[in-house]
């Protein structure tokens, strides 16, 4: 199949594409679209089989359930099968913008869109490619992120065409997204409001307009037998090529630290990664060092998270070593992509002698 690529300006949506692109939506096809948090692979939500067109296109097991993207507060009365106080609260603070709310659903929101589940997960994302493509489509859309199944989510139109070109008709291709992780998932069907994947949008934000909110138990311990309650947080997601290891502690100490495992790792002719920051990269000795940003500015950091993990596929690296990045706001989003790009191995650094230890 042949994928064609549309160039989209984010201040001035040419409305000629989006018509075709929205007409191809409404034939049961795919469109991977920008949104502020990731690309999106896209079909029409109420369509079973425009929906399992996703999965197959992704390689996507069928038991993980899709979001469903909306332009307008009423689409979510549309396909609840009841709505809690909490979500109307909300949708006023954090939508449009990357906050997705999991509620009961009803009978028109077919059991392939949710992975045969009861509930459904709903957001309204806040790029204007997005909503003017579920507007002229007259649909709900489901997507999940376009890459290919267990790759890391896409920030670049260009992530998208390396996973999925030639396996889709259509990608709107909006540059660089804005903030580079995946959306905020809170479960609004729990007795206490469940967060399920942090992101750009915090415990504390969440909690400041709806009160008491918990963490799923199983996002944060990593080898617990507490399973995850969203499916998709279950596998072993944003795996980069080579094996990722983060280094832990003091600036100091993960320098030392890194420089030594590098040396070992190179003495047994194994080609090195290494992802810093802008005031540590230049420290590293590795074979390719890269810098996420600025350790002072935390959203850059979470923007080129996925990108620099790509980068370090197609560089042929064996190993990586990260430094670890608890930022104040958004670290715990952060660091759960990173750390499940990691396989959750942690290294504590300690300085002066060489060494370290596994926690
Ligand atoms: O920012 C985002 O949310 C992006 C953009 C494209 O909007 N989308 C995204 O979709 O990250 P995806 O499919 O890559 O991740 C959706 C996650 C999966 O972990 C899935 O298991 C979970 O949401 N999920 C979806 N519906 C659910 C449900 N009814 N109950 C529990 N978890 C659900
Ligand atoms: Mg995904």
Not at 112 to 137: C, F, K, N, Q, Y
Not at 341 to 358: D, F, P, T, W, Y
Request: proline share 6%; charged share 25%.
């Amino acid at each position: 199949m042949e994928t064609k690529i549309y160039k989209l300006d984010y201040h001035a949506i040419d409305p000629e594409i989006i018509k075709e692109a929205a007409a191809v939506i409404r034939n049961g096809e795919l469109v991977a679209f920008p949104t502020e948090t990731v690309y999106g692979l896209g079909a029409n939500a109420l369509c079973s089989d425009a929906a399992k067109k996703i999965y197959a296109a992704k390689g996507r097991p069928s038991d993980n359930p899709l979001i469903v993207h909306i332009a307008k507060w009423q689409d979510l009365l549309y396909i609840a099968k009841d709505v809690p106080k909490e979500a109307e609260k909300l949708a006023k603070a954090f939508w449009p913008g990357p906050l997705t709310m999991i509620v009961n659903k009803n009978d028109r929101v077919p059991r392939e869109t949710t992975g045969g589940m009861d509930t459904v997960a709903v957001r309204m994302p806040s790029h204007p490619a997005a909503l003017a493509l579920i507007r002229e489509s007259g649909c709900l859309i489901a997507a999940p992120s376009a890459n290919a199944s267990g790759r890391p989510s896409p920030t670049m139109a260009e992530h998208v065409a390396e996973d999925l070109g030639g396996r889709i008709p259509v990608i709107l291709d909006g540059g660089e997204v804005g903030i580079g992780i995946e959306s905020t998932i809170i479960d609004l069907t729990e007795e206490i409001p469940m967060i399920l994947r942090p992101g750009y949008i915090t415990e504390e934000m969440l909690k400041s307009v709806i009160g008491e909110v918990r963490i799923d138990p199983g996002i944060i311990a990593a080898d617990s037998a507490v399973k995850p309650k969203a499916p998709g947080m279950k596998y072993r997601h944003y795996a980069p090529r080579a094996d990722l290891k983060i280094v832990d502690g003091s600036k100091d100490a993960v320098i030392e630290t890194i420089n030594a495992l590098t040396e070992e790792q190179q003495k047994q002719e194994k080609k090195v990664g290494v992802i810093g920051t802008d005031e540590t990269a230049a420290c590293y000795r590795g074979d390719l060092i890269l810098s996420v940003g600025s350790r002072e500015d935390e959203d850059e950091i979470a923007r080129q998270m996925y990108r620099i993990l790509r980068a370090f596929d197609e560089s042929g690296v064996d190993v990586i070593y990260s430094e670890s990045f608890a930022t104040p706001r958004i670290g715990q989003a952060i660091m759960n992509r990173l750390l499940k790009a990691a396989g959750h191995q942690v290294l504590m650094a300690q300085q002066n002698n060489g060494g370290r230890k596994i926690v």
